[in-house]
């Protein structure tokens, strides 16, 4: 009897099925981060899940900000925490990857000048092995995905740095979704408060006088508020006392001096 001898698997074969299983990773990761606009609560199980899919020991994700022109990172994963640690843009693996939008990879940490020692020494942590990648956009990178050591003791490769690359994509395009989403529902609470900054605004003129001697007036601001105004007063002798005032500038700083001044006006009357 001859017994069915299991077809060998080649190269091709071993990366086809590698190739499915990125892509498989990708489709779920993507999925999982357009969920929610919560960076909070989509950020840090896709890092957890990234730092098992790729082998390593740790992962950290690092973001640019823009006032300072720091790169903090914001969520890590491993036994090291480093939430909090800040780099300058061309500082270390990380801020060179964002600096050069470009893969940095270290084979051997420890005798790589890139590598910052201080976190390892304060630690204890190893760390043998780096990879690290730009979270690319169109308007430049806004921050960096970083994975440390492998498992197996291996160094990081080409294939790794090309797989972490197309997985940082999406992670990119959720954060910088967030940060619009945020930006969008800002201007909406300045448009309301401005809205009801208008309104109140409004309410502190005269309103329309009728009788015998009827006054109306009207204020246009250039913006949603201005510093103009305007008011009468009736004088115990029977004559109108009219004032009209135009405050420097315009938007809630005038707007805010003309609320004053109008406020002392009506005092002193």
Not at 210 to 236: C, K, M, Q, T, W
Request: charged residues 25%; contains cysteine; proline residues 4%.
């Amino acid at each position: 009897m001859n017994a069915t001898r299991p077809a060998a698997v080649g190269p091709r074969d071993s990366a086809r099925a590698g190739g499915r299983r990125a892509l498989g990773f990708l489709a779920d990761l993507s999925q999982s981060l357009a969920v929610s606009l919560d960076l909070r609560e989509t950020l840090g199980p896709a890092l957890a899940r990234i730092m098992d899919f790729m082998h390593a020991e740790g992962a950290s994700l690092f973001l640019l900000d823009a006032a300072t022109k720091l790169l903090e990172c914001k969520i890590c994963a491993g036994p090291v925490d480093i939430v909090g640690l800040k780099l300058e843009v061309g500082q270390g693996v990380v801020g060179r990857a964002v600096a050069e939008n470009a893969p940095q990879r270290s084979d051997d940490a420890r005798r790589d000048a890139r590598v910052n020692a201080r976190v390892d020494a304060e630690t204890g942590f190893v760390t043998r092995t780096l990879l690290c990648v730009p979270l690319a956009t169109a308007q430049g990178p806004i921050g960096a995905l970083e994975i440390i050591n492998r498992r197996d003791g291996g160094a990081f490769d080409d294939d790794d740095a090309e797989i972490l690359r197309l997985i940082a994509a999406p992670m990119a395009l959720a954060i910088n979704n967030a940060r619009l989403a945020l930006e969008v529902a800002e201007q909406q609470r300045i448009r309301r408060e401005m809205a009801l900054a208008r309104s109140i605004q409004k309410s502190l003129l005269p309103r329309r006088r009728r009788g015998r001697f009827p006054l109306i007036g009207v204020n246009l601001p250039a913006h949603e508020i201005s510093g103009d105004f305007y008011d009468y007063f009736d004088l115990a002798d029977g004559r109108l006392a009219f004032f009209i005032g135009d405050i420097s500038g315009k938007g809630l700083d005038a707007a805010f001096l003309m609320v004053r001044v109008a406020s002392l006006l009506r005092w002193s009357g």
